[in-house]
């Protein structure tokens, strides 16, 4: 189930601006990796080559190798629609689709994609909602649209909707930055149960959810406003908050920031 | 007395003078009545006259008694608001005036015979007759024309939108524009000129061609704002997914458009269904029933409009016809509207809980 992603060399651009520039890292399968960094020093677009939705973006394309338990991401003849069933991903904000039921919204990777069985799709969609802590809130409105949940259940409802389609790997970007501290911890709550099954990557502004979610932290930053991010270092999360290799880091850790 | 006292108080500073809620009415009432006044002092036969000056008085009088009770901010917002009231009912006026007239004069002779008869027994000058021909042809017509324009045209919308890039999607932008400035009359010439060449007679197609091409532009361009309007994450949410590009267009980013496009859609086929020159050019109208569309020439409701008007030989027959045939298009495309805003909020993205 959960694959490793081992990233070396990695560039990345919007049409001519290098947006963050030769990132090596390993991704252990079964943990949370936490990146963490100021604000435009590319952690979400790093985040986002990672299931080639970089590229959705006008201008985006990608330097380097991504592999995700030895297979290129960028090599040839790779389908990116395969990538993303693979490796995927919870947004910032919440985003159901408002065309659809609660339980449509988690069907949805699986009816879009086409291949399941009828039969099963209600398992599916029971276990994937117990899976995000939600089925017990809404297990008695399925068939009410999903925009009508609050806005941390409709980001559980993304997570449900995103691990339906058992993918190997879950990225999430800054995914309790538009919730309140209580819907903050059950998604914690979650990615710590998630990462039984799944490799897990969360991009956060939010220095102590980093401390208490992930196993290893990756520290991105930027020289100077227009430069390409790059990573400064990538470590064991208690060595990143206690102990780091780079002062950068540690400046930026206990707030001596620029 | 406790007026008096209340002014000697401290005033509050976020507390000011105000004129009370019934006076915009009474300002109102007082214009008008003082503009009738002057209207008959000065023998004014036009009451358009006598609307003008209690509409100037209107927005004068607001500022002068707004100024001297409440102040000169307080009395600049309420001659906005009573502009704003002025153009109003001045943009409501012909509207109301037009439907008043359609309807009066369309009621006399609009019945079931009405709609369910042709002008073949009798001629132009005589009463009787109805529309049932000009009916079938419009439907046959615009039906047509919406079921060409409206596919390439939803279909060029998403290409703008979803793929469009560089010169191709700028040129077609380009394109789009230009045809939208068409007069319906060149567009009837091209269809023409094309029918010249072949030889053929006119039939209800052509027509249908000539109004799929002024529908299609309109039929793009509000599509386009539509998709413009899906949010950026739904597609996200969808491809990061592992959806492939064109099922997230048809099963996500339609889906919450669906209402949007369609109210645009309706709206375009209002308005090729009150065109007369490309149909007087190419369908030529037609007294008796033709069912037809391929072969022969039809009728329309606007082209029967005109060519009741221009044949009537001052025959009160004729403009009684041509106004309940008004009043049937007016219908016609009020239904359309109404059609399509019932759709438009029956498909709408739900909430609620």
Partial sequence: ?258 | MSTAVADKRPSSTLRGASLPKWSPYAIAVGSVAVAAGIGLAAGLDSRIQWGLIAAILFVLGTYVISARVEGRRQAKDRVATSLVWVAFLLALLPLVSLVWTTVSRGVKVLDVYFLTHSMGLISDTEPGGGIYHAIIGSLEQVGLATVIAAPIGVLTAIYLVEYGRGNLARSVTFFVDVMTGIPSIVAGLFILSIMLMFDMQPFGFAGSLALAILMMPVVVRSTEEMLKLVPNELREASLALGVPKWRTILKVVLPTSIGGITTGIMLAVARIAGETAPVLLLVWGNSLINSNPFEGAQQSLPLYIYQQYQNSQGSGAAYDRAWAAALTLIAFVMILNLVARGIARWKAPKTGR
């Avoid at chain 1, 560039?11 to 990132?23: F, L």
């Avoid at chain 1, 252990?28 to 435009?40: D, K, L, M, N, W």
């Avoid at chain 1, 990225?171 to 930055?177: A, G, H, R, T």
Wanted: proline residues 5%; charged residues 25%.
């Fill in chain 1, 1 to 258: 189930m959960a694959k490793r992603i081992d990233v070396s060399g990695l560039t990345a651009y919007y049409g001519s601006h290098k947006a963050i520039e030769d990132i090596s890292m390993t991704v252990e399968p079964r943990s949370v990796t936490a990146f963490i960094g100021p604000s435009g020093c590319g952690k979400s677009t790093f985040l986002r080559t990672l299931n080639r939705m970089h590229e959705v973006t006008a201008g985006g394309r990608v330097e380097g190798k991504v592999l995700l338990d030895d297979e290129d991401l960028y090599g040839q003849g790779i389908d990116p629609v395969s990538v993303r069933r693979e490796v995927g991903m919870v947004f910032q904000r919440p985003n159901p689709f408002p065309t659809m039921s609660i339980f449509d919204n988690v069907a949805a990777g699986l009816r879009l994609n086409g291949n399941y069985k009828k039969s099963e799709l209600g398992d599916i969609v029971e276990k994937s909602l117990k899976g995000a802590n939600l089925w017990n809130e809404v297990k008695d409105r399925l068939n009410k649209p999903g925009s009508g949940l609050s806005g941390g259940q409709q980001q559980r409802l993304c997570i449900a909707r995103a691990i339906a389609v058992e993918p190997n790997v879950l990225l999430m970007d800054e995914p309790c930055s538009a919730l309140d501290p209580i819907s903050t911890l059950a998604i914690e709550d979650l990615i710590g149960e998630l990462k039984e099954r799944f490799t897990i990557v969360i991009v956060t502004h939010n220095m102590q959810q980093a401390a208490r979610v992930s196993d290893r932290t990756a520290f991105f930053n930027l020289s100077a406003v227009g430069q390409p991010g790059k990573l400064i270092e990538i470590d064991e999360t208690e060595r990143i908050f206690s102990n780091p290799s780079v002062q950068a880091t540690e400046d930026y850790i206990s707030g001596r920031f620029g």
